[in-house]
């Protein structure tokens, strides 16, 4: 499916201009890469918005100006702190056939075994790094982690294969683990605490002991 979004080239001045932009719901932005100069945009922000919420942060966008159409990836962003509008969008202008790294989602799914018998599960990575033409970029990568017991854990090397795309970063990385329950290990580390205390009671009832018996 082609995202196709209307753009017009604009000013990069007066600063006015850009102001009065954003308060008409206008984003700015900028497209450069594959066979095209660097270029200011402008365009609706709630289109951008409406297709990234459809399709994910590394869907293709088709930018159409001046006749043109021209198939992009979003490079990188600037939003607003307090109400998430897009004030600045990089396009990076891309060739069909050539592969380009992306980072895309792991999304855990299913339910895993070890949590059901009381652990939980505690994930630590959330993105990854592939290698893939622009229209088999994946959205998000899927691993199912039903069969996890607890101590159980998964790691790059575990996500699913895929002849669209290459999965670039290390397959040792961590990405989940199943842990024990953390009242038992309160609770281990309690008597553990417990009997470390007494040992020492028992030691310096001892020594008040032979103390009294050298007296």
Do not use: C
């Not at 990836?73 to 790294?101: C, I, R, W």
């Not at 939980?120 to 088999?136: F, H, M, R």
């Amino acid at each position: 499916m082609t995202n196709k979004l209307q753009v017009s080239k604009r000013e990069l001045r007066p600063r006015s201009l850009r102001t009065k932009l954003r308060k008409e719901g206008k984003a700015l932005g900028v497209v450069y890469g594959y066979k095209v100069d660097s270029t200011p945009i402008v365009f609706d922000e709630m289109d951008l918005r409406k297709i990234l919420r459809d399709h994910g942060d590394n869907a293709l966008i088709e930018l159409h100006y001046d006749g043109n159409k021209i198939n992009t990836l979003v490079h990188g962003s600037e939003t607003d702190p307090f109400t998430n509008f897009y004030q600045h969008v990089e396009f990076m202008a891309v060739k069909m056939d050539e592969e380009t790294e992306v980072e895309a989602d792991i999304v855990l799914v299913g339910d895993a075994k070890g949590v059901k018998e009381g652990g939980y599960l505690a994930q630590s990575l959330y993105k990854v790094t592939v290698a893939a033409t622009p229209a088999n970029i994946p959205e998000r990568i899927e691993l199912d982690v039903s069969e996890l017991g607890i101590g159980d854990s998964v790691t790059v090397a575990d996500l699913p294969e895929d002849k669209s795309y290459t999965i670039v970063s290390e397959p040792d990385m961590h990405i989940a683990s199943v842990n024990e329950p953390v009242a038992e290990v309160e609770e281990e580390e309690s008597e553990e605490g417990s009997t470390q205390e007494e040992a020492s009671e028992a030691s310096s009832e001892e020594a008040e002991e032979s103390s009294e018996d050298k007296e």
